[in-house]
């Protein structure tokens, strides 16, 4: 009888004690649990910067940069079109939008014009491209697309197929001139043997491209006219108009892949007038501040 007696006591205990460390240890791993979740955080996005083309207009894009700076937005990578290519190097190089500021405001337009005499020939175009491209470089110390401080994306149009071609890597100074060729304006840049033109007739705010380089959010900066608005007299202002007539299609659908769009208000502006260039540069700052709050908001910043 004892002997049953503590025999069923012994089987108690150990029941009894196996059932306490068996709820011990789903409540630990319960609080566990609760805890990582509690302490998970989440994804922080890629930032993508898309800098769309628009000529004299591109000005603009460093007002923008500079109020993103000024509230500590830092995109992860950048890619730009035409002139948007231009400030995206600049700024992908190191250079902070106050110092964006100071070489738009002492760039000798005239250090990047080298015109082609006579006008037709095989290439074709008035300016050659050799000067933008040697000021490019100069300016970003002959650093190339790869060796950026930030990743750095630059569009233009492969001239024989028509489609649009993103330079990752390579010469800096040269893609830029690639994608700022304007047909009939300057002559197409030829890389490894293939001709090269203005990536606004492919992309003229390039959304596509930044998240083709890994961003999900995507805040695109669109400096393009309306036609109607467009001066279209003389030869470069057809032009222009023809590249703003067929940019406008191709915007809607790019542009609705961007998480924020600013447009600055450069009404009036022509994409010839340099000119302009200060009154650019605030439009672009007052344009991003307007949103700020918004891009702040959808990026969760306090």
């Keep these: ?31 566990a649990g609760l805890s990582g979740c509690s302490t998970v955080s989440p994804k922080k996005p890629v930032i993508g910067l898309a800098l769309g083309g628009g000529a004299a207009r591109g000005f603009a894009h460093i007002g923008v940069i500079k109020a993103l700076e000024a509230n500590g937005i830092k995109p992860d990578l950048v890619v730009g079109t035409s002139a948007g290519s231009v400030i995206a190097a600049l700024y992908a190089s190191g250079y902070r939008g106050t110092e964006l500021n100071r070489i738009a405001l002492t760039l000798d337009e005239a250090a990047i ?30 650093q190339s697309i790869e060796s950026t401080k930030i990743p750095l994306g630059i569009v ?5 197929t028509g489609q649009g071609v993103l330079f990752q890597r390579g010469d800096m100074g040269q893609a830029v001139r690639a994608s700022c060729s304007i047909p009939s304006i300057f ?15 492919v992309s003229p705010v390039p959304v596509r491209y930044a998240s083709q380089m890994g961003a999900d959010f995507i805040i695109a900066v669109n400096i393009s006219t309306e036609p109607s608005s467009q001066d279209s007299s003389g030869t470069v202002g057809i032009i222009l108009q023809t590249i703003s007539i067929m940019g406008q299609r191709i915007d809607q659908f790019e ?23 200060s009154n650019a540069i605030l439009a672009g700052e007052e344009a991003a501040l307007l949103q700020m709050d918004q891009i702040k908001s959808k990026l969760g910043i306090r």
Aim: glycine letters at 10%; a positive charge.
């Design 255 to 277: 542009l609705e892949r961007a998480q924020v769009v600013i447009r600055p208000e450069l009404k009036g502006m022509r994409g010839t007038d340099f000119k302009s260039r």
């Design 187 to 201: 002559q197409p840049t030829i890389i490894n043997g293939r001709e090269y033109v203005d990536g606004g007739l």
């Design 113 to 142: 014009t080298d015109w082609a005499l006579p006008f037709s020939g095989k290439f074709g175009g008035m300016i050659k491209g050799d000067a933008l491209q040697s000021m490019v470089n100069r300016l970003v110390k002959n």
């Design 156 to 160: 233009a149009t492969d001239l024989k």
């Design 1 to 31: 009888m004892i002997a049953v007696n503590e025999n069923n006591s012994h089987v108690d205990y150990h029941t009894s004690r196996r059932k306490f460390l068996t709820l011990l240890g789903m409540g630990s791993l319960s609080l």
